[in-house]
Every structure is written in C-alpha cells, then in structure tokens.
C-alpha cells in the first residue's frame, strides 16, 4: 500500500492539473492522505467515506496572503476561498503571509459513548491535517483540520509560548463564502445581546442583507437536496460567534466570523497555550443527515463527570407555562404545599419523574428571597434562602415520599460571585437540578460563567438547563447533567404572540436543532386552528393538531423535556397514553423525511422498541414510509393520527394497531398543521 501510494505521488508531479487531482483523489481511497501539490502549496484532504474533499491553500513564501480552503461534496462545489484570520493585540495578523513549518497528518475511528442523545454511541470517524505556521514576527500557531463523512472542522491552537503568557484576540475574522445560489434559513440578531429567540427567514443566500448579525446555525440548501449547516464547537474560555454579511462583496458574499465583544471592545483574553473552538461546517445529501449527525458531539472533550449514576433526566412539570394552574382556573398559590402535593401526586400516578416549582403566578417573583418584584435579581436576593411563605422542606419530604424529585428556576444574576456557594445550598435544600436563566449574552465572561455554573453543579449533583442562551456547542459531552439548551424561539411565546405557528416549528429543526438539545415547552393539549387562535397567559393555546405536537417528543432531541399543561388538561384526553410512554433519549435515530419549513419524520429506537413522530405544516400531505429500518420479524404498530376532522377539531385524533415488518410501507394521512406518533414493538412469539 505504501509503495503503490508512492509511485502514485510520484507520478502526479508529471502530471497537468486536472490530470493529477484525478489521481490524487484515487489516492484519498487508499490512504488517509494529505497532499501536496508541488511548488502549488495546494494540500488536499478527504473525509473516511471520500464524499467530502477539502483544498487547503497556503500562502507563497514572502506574500501577503491569507490561507483559504475550499470543500466539495460528492464532486459538487460548497464552500469556496474561505479564509483563515485571527489577530492579537501581542503580534497581530497571525495569519496573513504565513509559511508551513510542519505538516502532520492523521485518522481516527472511535466508539464514544453517548449517555442522553440521538444514539447511545457516535462513531469519531475523520481524517486530519495539522499545521505549524511561522508569522513574518516569528510567532508560532498550528490550524487543525478535521474531514469527517458529514463535516469540515478547523481551529487555532497558539501554543504556550511565553511561559504564563496571554493572548489578547482582537478580532476572528475566519470566513466562509458559500457556492452557488442556494436557499438560506437565516435568524437574525439584534445586537450581541440577545436570548437567541427569532423567526426564521428564509432567502437566497445573495440576498443576505449585509452587516446584519446572523445566529448559528445557520443552515443552506440547494435544488438538488443537499444541505450545509456553519456553526461552532466545543465553545469553551472564548466569546460565542455570529456571522455577518461583509457589504460591497458578491459571487459569492463572504460570511465572516463575528465574535461577541468584551466589554473594552476586545474579544477574548486567555492564558497561553490557547484552543479556539472548532468552525464546523455539516454537509448532508438530506436535511435529515444534519439531524443524524453526532460530530459536534464527538469534537468536545470527554466527561468531566466520573461517576453519572445521579444524573437521571426524564420528563418534568413546568407549571409557569400553564399559568400556575391545575385545572384551569387560579385557585391556590402554585408554591403552597397544597398546590405542590395536588402536582406531586399527578407525577406519581403518571410516571412523571419530576415536579417544578420556580415562582408565584401574582408577581412572578422567584421561589427564593429578595424584595425586589419580578424576575431580576435586586441587591438583598439570597438563592440559598426559600422565601418566608415557601415550606419547601414540607414539599420535599412529601415529593420523596412519592419518588418525585423536585427542580426549580433561578436567574443567573442571583448566582454572580456565589456559585460554589449557591449550589452546596441548592443541593442540602434537595433540588435535583434547575433552569438557570437570562442569560442574554455569549461573550468570554458569560461563556466561562455558563461552564463554572455545570462544575459546580456536578460537584452538587445537579442536573442544569440552560435558557435564554446561545445554541448548544457540544458541551453535554463535557458535561453530561446539561440536559438543555435554549436559545429558541418556542412554544412559551404562545402565552402572548401566534410566532410559534407550525412552520416556525419545523423551520427551527433545521437551523436551531441541529446543533444538539432544544428546550421548547412542550406538552399543550389545548390545539386551536390558526384563525381561532388567541393568547392567553393562562391556559394557553397551542397551533398545530395534537398529534403534531405529541410528534415534536420524537422529533426534538430533549433528554428532559417539559409536560408543560396543567394536570387536569391532560387527564382522559386522547394521545396522553402516548405522552407519558415515549421515552427522552435514544439508542439510534432515523429521519426518514425533511424538508425546512414543511415537514419532518423522525424514527428513534430505544431497546429493540422504535418510536416515529411525523410534523407537517401548511398543507394535508400522505406519507409514504417505508419501514426498511426495522429488524426481520413481525412488529406490532400502535398509532396515533389526526382525525379526518383535525383540521377544525385539531385536538382529535384516532388510533389504531397493525402488524408491520421491514418490507412494508406505513401509509398516512396527515391533516393542515398535523402530524402522528406511533410505537413499534417486536411481535410476540
């Protein structure tokens, strides 16, 4: 193999051009190849499967160039002279007009375990080429690139050099320039203060508007189904990262990176040596291929957390959506014991495996001391003390008496300066993990806040949520009792707004989740047509039939999600039965359909037993599905579907049960807005 792969080297210095990529790209097969081109500095890598080809190009000794790369995908044209820029304050442009000192190149092919997510394992598959560059100061820096059969990733590593020294990044300006004129599914920021809670729009990619924030992920298609996803992992000690349109560039505009600033206008200040985290650019011949993939995963570290026995996530009451209500109507305060007691018993009778309880429903203030009104903290709040009118040990006792654990709410103001502090209290005070909110930044300081509230809390034994937060990077890697992010528009906008149509919903599983873990509010049972549609804070409505809803437990990755009506809303209704036995993480994920904005069929399987959930927006469609997935042998099919009525009774559905095997094709009807759910068991012998 050696051998052949030098003569073939050897040959290609013969050759012309064109002849010579042929050759070279014939090489990627038989080695994990990185290449140079002679006296061209063109180095060459490919992904494990050959799908994926990067052209790295560096720069001529004695220019003033930048590095670029390029990436096709099964020979087509993606990503095109996308640069690489990053400056200090210590020795400034540290890549323009660069040399390569060395090159390394490697592979890996690793099992990685998975405790809570799409898959029970993800399979590190990727080749790798390593740069040390010399600046015309003499500064050293290394550029990583990974090709994986479903991404591209790089990032700078500055190495320790001097001893304890800093590096002061005064701007990032890494690029991407997309090719072609595909579609682009764009959220735009107002500021880099922002919750990350947008619409998406949908536009051509030459119509971005320029110098506007652009959040991540930022997703493309084109015509002939494939699709591009740009966005950030493993964000750790560094600012979090936008995009922007650069004005006065066409064919193609140029993306560049925009790092959130500190607040003397630099954007990061670290100790040497110094990782970026990785720019990621997920390719996949189908949108469902972005939610399939485990590489922003597989690019953090591994866990922190040695022993994860405590970390249990399930699903959970969240009574602040409902309105603090049981039944419907205001009647007992929602902290008194007997609210909780009334909640804690439905948990129990359920298989609900977690109650909350974060503010009161007259002034929303929080479960914790501080005489200020509402949510934000003012300078006499205590997180380690329950207010005078809260008998939380009451509520806990009585919740452990039932097995029902207990989580709560806190704003991330009220834990400045008091971490280690605040979550040994939190843990003798018996929460099992908590909501830290209002976050509405993500530059250094608030990232590296964000990453000392999960130590902390680990050390605690307790499991986090993360809300009004940029979009995951990865980190429950790291830090497995992250059970969410944010960093979404959803369902609690209901309670004053009609932004989360079923559109809205279906176009954030292709931007938003596919960066990893969505918290949405799930779980309303009160489903109202779009023109009938009203908000109400109290008892709100959701758009989308039930069965559209009951889908997003299957479609939206959430190891911990909300069942956030009141209990009596549930009691009875048709498709609960469904609610409370689909499970919240998985063995294996399948999309079977997708298509940004319209509709989404998600295949999951946990033991031997598979779970679909199907959303459609707009229009009626029929489904073809093919079961090809399942193993050999015979499988019992309990479905829920919309009713033949659901378009103006969007609260019915029907069920039904059906032999299946690998070889049929499930067929359904799926109304305006509507969707399905349905459970695959083994047959019994």
């Not at 890697?477 to 609690?492: D, I, K, Q, S, V």
């Amino acid at each position: 193999m050696k051998t052949n792969f030098s003569k073939r080297c050897s040959l290609s210095r013969n050759l012309k051009s064109g002849a010579w990529l042929a050759v070279v790209v014939a090489g990627f097969l038989l080695t994990p190849g990185v290449f140079t081109a002679q006296g061209d500095d063109v180095y060459r890598l490919s992904s494990p499967d050959g799908k994926i080809e990067i052209s790295i190009r560096m720069p001529r000794q004695g220019s003033d160039e930048r590095p670029t790369w390029s990436a096709t995908f099964q020979g087509k044209l993606l990503l095109t002279d996308c640069e690489l820029g990053l400056q200090t304050a210590e020795a400034g442009d540290l890549l323009t007009g660069v040399r390569v000192l060395r090159q390394h190149s490697s592979s890996a092919d690793r099992r990685i375990r998975v405790l809570f997510g799409r898959a029970d394992h993800a399979q590190d598959r990727l080749h790798e080429t390593r740069f040390t560059l010399e600046t015309p100061s003499h500064r050293q820096l290394d550029v990583v690139f990974r090709c994986y059969d479903d991404a591209v990733a790089l990032r700078y590593e500055l190495p320790g050099v001097p001893k304890n020294g800093l590096a002061t990044v005064t701007d990032e300006t890494t690029s991407f320039r997309v090719a072609g004129a595909p579609t682009a599914y764009v959220q735009y920021l107002e500021s880099y203060t922002t919750s990350h809670e947008h619409n998406v729009t949908t536009v051509q990619y030459r119509d971005i508007p320029p110098d506007t924030l652009l959040d991540m992920p930022l997703t493309f298609s084109w015509d002939d189904g494939t699709y591009l996803a740009l966005t950030e992992a493993s964000l750790r000690h560094y600012a979090g990262m936008s995009l922007m349109r650069m004005a006065g560039e066409d064919s193609p505009p140029r993306l560049v990176c925009k790092l959130t600033p500190r607040p003397d206008s630099t954007k990061v200040v670290r100790q040497l040596p110094m990782l970026t985290p990785w720019r990621v650019a997920l390719i996949g011949d189908r949108p469902g291929a972005l939610l399939e993939s485990e590489t922003l995963y597989c690019l953090n570290d591994p866990s922190v957390i040695k022993d994860v026995s405590w970390i249990k996530p399930g699903k959970i009451t969240f009574p602040w959506w409902n309105g603090d209500v049981y039944d419907g109507q205001r009647d007992l305060p929602i902290l008194s014991f007997e609210m909780a007691k009334k909640y804690i018993d439905f948990c129990a009778s359920n298989g609900i495996p977690t109650h909350s309880l974060t503010s009161d429903e007259k002034n929303v203030s929080p479960w914790y001391y501080q005489s200020k009104l509402g949510v934000a903290p003012g300078p006499d709040t205590d997180v380690t003390r329950p207010r005078a009118d809260f008998d939380l040990p009451a509520i806990r006792r009585y919740a452990e008496s039932k097995h029902v654990r207990l989580w709560t709410w806190v704003h991330q103001g009220a834990l400045r300066g008091r971490v280690e502090e605040a979550f040994a209290a939190f843990e003798k005070l018996g929460w099992s993990g908590m909501m830290v909110d209002f976050f509405d930044h993500d530059d250094q300081e608030s990232v590296e806040f964000a990453e000392s509230i999960l130590q902390s809390a680990a050390r605690h034994h307790i499991m986090i949520h993360f809300h009004g937060v940029w979009k995951p990077t990865g980190w429950q890697r790291t830090y497995p009792n992250l059970m969410n992010h944010e960093g979404a528009l959803n369902l609690e906008y209901l309670k004053w707004s009609d932004r989360c149509t079923p559109e809205h919903n279906l176009m954030l599983a292709f931007t938003r989740l596919i960066a990893g873990p969505m918290d949405y509010h799930l779980g309303g049972f009160r489903a109202v047509p779009r023109a009938q549609f009203k908000p109400h804070n109290i008892a709100p409505n959701v758009l989308g039939t039930r069965c559209h809803h009951l889908a997003m437990y299957v479609c939206f990755d959430n190891p911990n999600p909300m069942v956030a009506d009141y209990p009596v809303a549930y009691e009875g209704q048709p498709g609960f039965d469904f609610l409370m036995l689909v499970p919240t993480w998985w063995d294996e994920t399948r999309v079977l359909a997708g298509k940004a904005g319209e509709v989404l069929v998600t295949a999951r399987r946990k033991g031997r037993t598979w779970y679909l959930g199907g959303m459609s927006a707009n229009h009626a469609r029929d489904l073809d599905l093919p079961l090809a997935f399942l193993s050999s042998g015979q499988y019992l099919a309990r479905i829920w579907k919309d009713a033949p009525d659901a378009e103006f009774s969007p609260n019915h559905l029907t069920t039904y049960t059906a032999g299946v095997s690998s070889g049929d094709t499930l067929k359904l009807h799926i109304a305006v807005d509507g969707g399905f759910v349905a459970q695959l068991m083994p047959a019994r012998k």
